[in-house]
């Protein structure tokens, strides 16, 4: 990321306020919608929300205890410092390439009966609020392990839920979850209770006052991520952390930071349409790199072979084909799954590199993260779990010409694992290596965070739909939900754009896809990742229509704008991205019934575009249409259908 423009911040003090006086402070949006409020309650802080008038949060508490000291209650609001932030940024990973950013902040000062002091900043831009616990030194404690938090979100009545749940730890393939692959509920009651808590991004709907998406991001080494989770008052979420019995049941549940220090950030985007939902880059606002590049990396379209020829394609002669493959289609790499090193091997591992250099194709290799964390028997493993073996591993792969890593079963968020994803990205960065986390944590800032970074899975993603009758009978359902909620807050590696009817080596017999092939593409420009592992197949040269190889082969990672079109969570979506000149508008159907649309469509006003759509029997095919002067355009998608326009 470049930094082209940070306006010095500007403050002044408010002034004193007793320990019972109700309002603390307000800040509002530099377009003056939004407006948080923050009280102190007989001792205990809170805050409150209200867009356009509308209460979307009510009081809601904050706070946090620790072995230093309890700082939900007895707390004293002791002044208030307000600032202003304006930056621009660039960053190519994510789904706006360039950034303006600008906030209005206020920092609330607390302090204890005992003394301990507590600082609470909020950021509030257009349509976001972010805001974390300052914490400074406590005299002479210069530690502290922050062991659980009050921070909540009290939604109105009216409120429904999209939200997906937490995994119980130590179960699924080889005790490997949590990783993030529950489906999800589509308006559901408030207040439900799951087992384990919910996961971040988290969509609410406030009936006909708008929507919410909650989320963190800023986690890195020193804090282990969290998650939201129910309380006994059914309007009431808080921040929870993680179990106990993630990772094998070793390590801490909290955070143990040096003082002083800070939390993650707690993010909230709020608006009366989707439009802000979908367009958002709070996660990315906050937070800055957390070191230089080693080089410039580059990002791009992959094939692999693992997605449908699984683990027996794992051998010297089909790697090589779909080296052809990815030359063929334009790709910039392949991604070399499980089982490579014994299957391959080392040496002969240097070969088909050479051979994949000779064809313009990068070479991505996978690795199992795991160490004690889990039972994934696959190899590589216990290559990344240590630095002593991950720097002799990737002083390895730099020799031989590999480009990066996709590294796999992490099953946790505890703060021992925040600090492996870190370590690894770090190291890779020191070897020039991109990194992708599969059967990972959501991603919470870190394309802005990590240069290398190059993308997550953390998403009920596309080797489900291979193995689960029931996830391909939901793929639509699920898919229209995901740039409302996942993909919305970070880079989400999918791995799918199916263009087999059939989801086997084979193209036949099993595995039917339930989707159109239209509704694929669109998945394609729908789903963003910087570097996307499609599942576009050597037979797919021969039995695919033309139509949709170039468009396979056309089809950007890396987008400079991303606009909300229309759409409704777990019904349908209509998302357009633009890469430099190019646009492309993609859109699905998860309904039983076709849905009929007019959009408005600026960027095509009076222009001719390329249009992939369904007929009534599923078919998908291609032809030129005119868009009106206006940028009018009426359009049925089918059932488990979709569509997509580009010039």
């Known amino acids: 990321m470049k930094k082209f423009i940070k306006f010095t911040r500007f403050s002044f003090l408010l002034g004193f306020t007793s320990f019972v006086y109700g309002q603390d402070a307000v ?77 209005n902040v206020v920092i609330c000062s607390y302090e204890t009966t005992s003394g301990k002091k507590l600082d609470i900043e909020f950021q509030v831009s257009n349509n976001n609020v972010a805001f974390r616990y300052l914490i400074p030194n406590q005299g002479e404690t210069l530690s502290m392990v922050i062991t659980d938090e009050a921070t909540g979100y009290r939604f109105p009545s009216q409120t429904t839920t999209f939200l997906s749940p937490m995994m119980k730890p130590m179960t699924g393939f080889a005790r490997t979850a949590p990783s993030y692959e529950s489906g999800y509920k589509a308006d559901a009651e408030l207040g439900t209770k799951a087992d384990y808590g919910y996961v971040f991004p988290s969509l609410f709907r406030v009936g006909n006052d708008g929507w919410i998406l909650l989320s963190e991001t800023g986690v890195n080494s020193l804090y282990c991520a969290s998650h939201l989770d129910t309380t006994s008052e059914k309007n009431l979420y808080k921040v929870a952390y993680p179990n106990m019995a993630e990772n094998n049941g070793f390590g801490s549940t909290g955070a143990a930071i040096s003082l002083p220090g800070k939390t993650p950030w707690r993010t909230i985007t709020i608006g009366d349409s989707l439009k802000p939902i979908v367009e958002t880059t709070i996660p990315f606002d906050v937070v800055e790199p957390m070191y230089e590049p080693s080089q410039k990396y580059t990002f791009g379209k992959s094939t692999w072979s693992w997605i449908l020829w699984q683990d027996n394609s794992m051998n010297y002669e089909d790697q090589s084909l779909f080296i052809d493959l990815a030359s063929k289609l334009g790709y910039e790499y392949i991604l070399m799954d499980a089982l490579w090193d014994k299957n391959i091997g080392k040496d002969r591992m240097k070969n088909l590199i050479q051979y994949a250099k000779s064809k313009n194709v990068n070479v991505l290799l996978w690795y199992n993260s795991n160490g004690s964390a889990n039972d994934a028997p696959m190899g590589p493993r216990n290559k990344m779990s240590s630095a002593v073996e991950r720097k002799k591993e990737m002083k390895w792969l730099k020799e031989v010409g590999v480009k990066g890593l996709k590294v796999d079963f992490f099953g946790g968020d505890k703060q021992e694992t925040m600090r492996l994803y870190e370590d690894i990205l770090s190291d890779a960065n020191d070897f020039g290596l991109t990194i992708i986390f599969h059967g990972a944590t959501l991603p919470r800032g870190w394309e802005v965070m990590y240069p290398n970074y190059a993308g997550s899975e953390a998403v009920l993603a596309s080797e489900m739909l291979y193995f689960s009758e029931d996830v391909r009978k939901q793929e639509a359902f699920f898919a229209t939900l995901h740039p409302f909620i996942r993909n919305t807050v970070g880079s989400m590696e999918f791995g799918g754009t199916f263009l087999n009817k059939y989801l086997t080596k084979s193209n036949k017999e099993k595995n039917k896809r339930h989707t159109t092939d239209s509704f694929q593409l669109a998945t394609a420009v729908l789903f963003q990742n910087p570097v996307q592992m499609f599942a576009v197949m050597p037979n797919n040269l021969e ?61 095509f006003a009076g222009k001719k575009v390329k249009f992939i759509n369904d007929d009534a029997q599923g078919n998908s095919s291609e032809k030129e249409v005119k868009v009106n002067t206006k940028g009018d355009f009426n359009v049925e998608i089918q059932p488990n259908g979709g569509f997509v326009l580009r010039n």
Do not use: C
């Open 27 to 103: 800040v509002v949006s530099p377009d003056e919608k939004l407006k948080v409020e923050l009280t102190n309650n007989l001792g205990v802080p809170s805050y409150s929300v209200v867009y356009e008038g509308k209460t979307m949060l009510e009081k809601s508490p904050l706070g946090f205890k620790s072995n230093v000291e309890d700082f939900t209650k007895g707390m004293k609001f002791i002044n208030s410092k307000k600032d202003k932030i304006s930056k621009k940024y660039s960053n190519e990973k994510i789904k706006r390439s360039q950034v303006q950013y600008n906030a």
């Open 543 to 603: 039995d695919a229509p033309k139509f949709q190889l170039d468009f396979m082969k056309e089809i950007p990672t890396l987008w400079d704008e991303t606009i909300f079109i229309d759409g409704y969570p777990g019904k349908y979506s209509v998302i357009a991205r633009r890469h430099q000149n190019q646009w492309f508008v993609a859109g699905i159907n998860a309904e039983k019934t076709v849905k009929k649309l007019k959009i408005n469509l600026p960027m």
